[in-house]
Nanobody, 121 residues
Framework: QVQLVESGGGLVSPGGSLSLSCAAS????????MGWYRQAPGKQRELDAM???????KYADSVKCRFTISADNAKNTVYLQMNSLKPEDTAVYYC???????????????WGQGTQVTVSS
């Protein structure tokens, strides 16, 4: 019953900002990490950013100076603050997390349904 739900996508002008959030819900024992991926039509899904505890972070080079990932561990929620958005950032953004549920003694990867981000004037 563990699931990830993203929110915050939408249409924004180039140079604008957008904030995404992803909340993990259900019977969760622990979360090893949470991250954000993007997938544009016809392209492979690729990592934008990930965090293990809200302080240890990793970014793709293309977003390192523009995006910021953060987490609220108490709420099992990860955020992606997106600044200086470019048309090339247009994609579906997916939340990913490695989670151990209380009902199963193993960690598994979970994916959200994705949220559309469109950067266009």
């Amino acid at each position: 019953q563990v699931q990830l739900v993203e929110s915050g996508g939408g249409l924004v002008s180039p140079g604008g900002s957008l904030s995404l959030s992803c909340a993990a819900s259900g019977s969760i024992f622990s979360i090893a990490f949470m991250g954000w991926y993007r997938q544009a039509p016809g392209k492979q899904r690729e990592l934008d950013a990930m965090t293990t505890n809200g302080r240890s972070t990793k970014y793709a080079d293309s977003v390192k100076c523009r995006f910021t990932i953060s987490a609220d561990n108490a709420k099992n929620t990860v955020y992606l603050q997106m600044n200086s958005l470019k048309p090339e950032d247009t994609a579906v953004y997916y939340c990913n997390a490695k989670i151990r549920p209380r009902s199963w003694p193993y960690e598994s990867a979970y994916w959200g349904q994705g949220t559309q981000v469109t950067v266009s004037s």
